[in-house]
């Protein structure tokens, strides 16, 4: 028997930064409810099908995107996931940094992809108003970080440890894992611990076009997992 960690990350987008407020509804529809011709595929179907077969998922949630439109669609995600009694975890994009209605930092220079682009303090913040957002939508205090993009470093680490949460699994050895700060020249596969924080790493493997690839279920065969 294999033990195996399920994870999903559930965040929306709207096509663009252009007339945010405008596309929202639509997008947050299809990114979490994943509308197509033969029905839905998105998040509720997700959570129906482990409950069917028995299985926890952990449900990393962004929140960053309510500091623009509003708490109560975050908090429409986090019961979703409450109800069929799965876990949700804190996950963040700091695409949306810039846009939202509070300012969430003191300087914020336009718009940065990853959060390892941000200073240590910075990313301290972020973290800890990402967490916050979820507790004030209905969920828990976290324990488990997903940086977005994978975009994490060794300060992602010491951030999420000053905020009290000692589980990340942002270390992705086919995206930025290998450029973290973290264990140099080690391309790592197994979970270990970085000064006060458990790092569970995703699950890579060989493609055949010599890279490497995340074990992501819906982008890999049955055979290659
Ligand atoms: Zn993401």
Redesign the pocket.
Known sequence: MLDVFLTV???VWCGGWRDLDKKFPNAFKKYVYGPTSRGNYGLPYQLCKLQEHGLTGVF?V?PLFSTRFGLNSLAEILSLIKESDQEIQL?L?TEWVDESKKPLLDNIAGKKQHLHYFSLEEQTILIQEGARLIELAGGRSVNAF?????GFNSETLRALSTNHIPFDSSYNASVFGQDSGISPGILLVEPFKYEEVYEYPMTVFQDGTHSLRHAQITACSYQEM
């Open positions: 990350d559930v965040e990393f962004e996950h994009h997903r940086a977005g993009n994978f």
